[in-house]
């Protein structure tokens, strides 16, 4: 059944992977005032993460000779990754950022319930369950989408750091 999903495994990786590609030149245009705000790098460390996790994903899954249960668990230990890479990373945010910008409670159960879904579609596959594959799919497009809005968020919180320091002079 899983070579049914190659075409979704192509479509999704090699988006994911043009996002990633624009993502990092939008941050090495803006690499000073990330570094310098905990909230601006977690949020692009998160970003990129979660970007390359669903490349990674896509491109393990498109690998000849595995069986679901491989890909079940590759991609179960992937996602695992990019979720505590997302939740640490915001969570030090949160306590160490100056930008407030969506660093909101709700944003990061959100984020972290998107995970979590994903994680549980991929034991559920891994154990033989059709579902599973669904739930992990679709958690992972939410997630493709979601992570869309976090480098928004990134580029609009740089974008107005570097305008209250342009109005300072």
């Given at each position: 059944m899983i070579e049914l999903w190659h075409d979704f495994f192509i479509m999704v990786g090699g988006g994911a992977a043009a996002l990633t590609?624009?993502?990092?030149?939008?941050?090495?245009?803006?690499?000073?005032?990330?570094?310098?705000?905990?909230?601006?790098?977690?949020?692009a460390i998160g970003t990129?993460?979660?970007?390359?996790?669903?490349?990674?994903?896509?491109?393990?899954?498109?690998?000849?000779?595995?069986?679901y249960q491989a890909i079940g668990i590759e991609w179960?230990?992937?996602?695992?990754?990019?979720a505590f890479i997302y939740v640490?990373?915001?969570?030090?945010?949160?306590?160490?950022g100056r930008?407030?910008?969506?660093?909101?409670?709700?944003?990061?159960?959100?984020?972290?319930?998107?995970?979590a879904?994903?994680?549980?579609?991929?034991?559920?596959?891994?154990?033989?369950?059709?579902?599973?594959?669904y739930v992990a799919a679709i958690a992972m497009v939410a997630l493709l989408a979601y992570t869309i809005t976090g480098a928004w968020l990134l580029l609009v919180g740089v974008y107005s750091e570097r305008l209250g320091k342009h109005s300072e002079r």
């Amino acid at each position: 059944m899983i070579e049914l999903w190659h075409d979704f495994f192509i479509m999704v990786g090699g988006g994911a992977a043009a996002l990633t590609g624009l993502v990092f030149v939008a941050m090495s245009l803006n690499l000073e005032t990330i570094t310098k705000d905990a909230t601006h790098r977690h949020r692009a460390i998160g970003t990129l993460a979660g970007f390359t996790a669903v490349f990674v994903i896509c491109a393990l899954a498109l690998m000849g000779g595995q069986n679901y249960q491989a890909i079940g668990i590759e991609w179960f230990i992937v996602s695992s990754i990019a979720a505590f890479i997302y939740v640490s990373g915001a969570i030090q945010a949160r306590q160490r950022g100056r930008s407030t910008l969506g660093l909101g409670f709700y944003r990061l159960v959100f984020g972290t319930s998107l995970y979590a879904i994903e994680i549980l579609g991929t034991i559920m596959f891994t154990l033989g369950y059709i579902a599973g594959l669904y739930v992990a799919a679709i958690a992972m497009v939410a997630l493709l989408a979601y992570t869309i809005t976090g480098a928004w968020l990134l580029l609009v919180g740089v974008y107005s750091e570097r305008l209250g320091k342009h109005s300072e002079r």
